[in-house]
Nanobody, 121 residues
Framework: QVQLVESGGGLVQAGGSLRLSCAASGSIGSISTMGWHRQAPGKQRELVATIPSGSTTNYADSVKSRFTISRDNAKNTVYLQMNSLKPEDTAVYYC???????????????WGQGTQVTVSS
């Protein structure tokens, strides 16, 4: 079994910072792309940032220059450093990873349970 567990959400004032973490555990063979998505009330889930197994990163236009995604492959963990937070960043943040389980050949998508981020004005 494979699990993704997020942490680091909470309540912060506009202009503040938060750091989200997401650790993958279980019978993991390898991990390719990891990323973060978010879903605000009444809206569809949207991509925030992704980081492949290399160093190239991808960001939604709305978070560029404010958010930074990184990963620690030794710990199977992805991070999202969020700076200059705005009320419109309020959402449930979900991590996602494409993982090949040990002794298997295909990659599947796994999701965390979500962590709430609330930015007050």
């Amino acid at each position: 079994q494979v699990q993704l567990v997020e942490s680091g959400g909470g309540l912060v004032q506009a202009g503040g910072s938060l750091r989200l973490s997401c650790a993958a555990s279980g019978s993991i063979g390898s991990i390719s792309t990891m990323g973060w998505h978010r879903q605000a009330p009444g809206k569809q889930r949207e991509l925030v940032a992704t980081i492949p197994s290399g160093s190239t990163t991808n960001y939604a236009d709305s978070v560029k220059s404010r958010f930074t995604i990184s990963r620690d492959n030794a710990k199977n963990t992805v991070y999202l450093q969020m700076n200059s937070l705005k009320p419109e960043d309020t959402a449930v943040y979900y991590c996602n990873a494409r993982i090949r389980k040990r002794f298997e050949t295909r990659f599947d998508d796994y999701w965390g349970q979500g962590t709430q981020v609330t930015v007050s004005s």
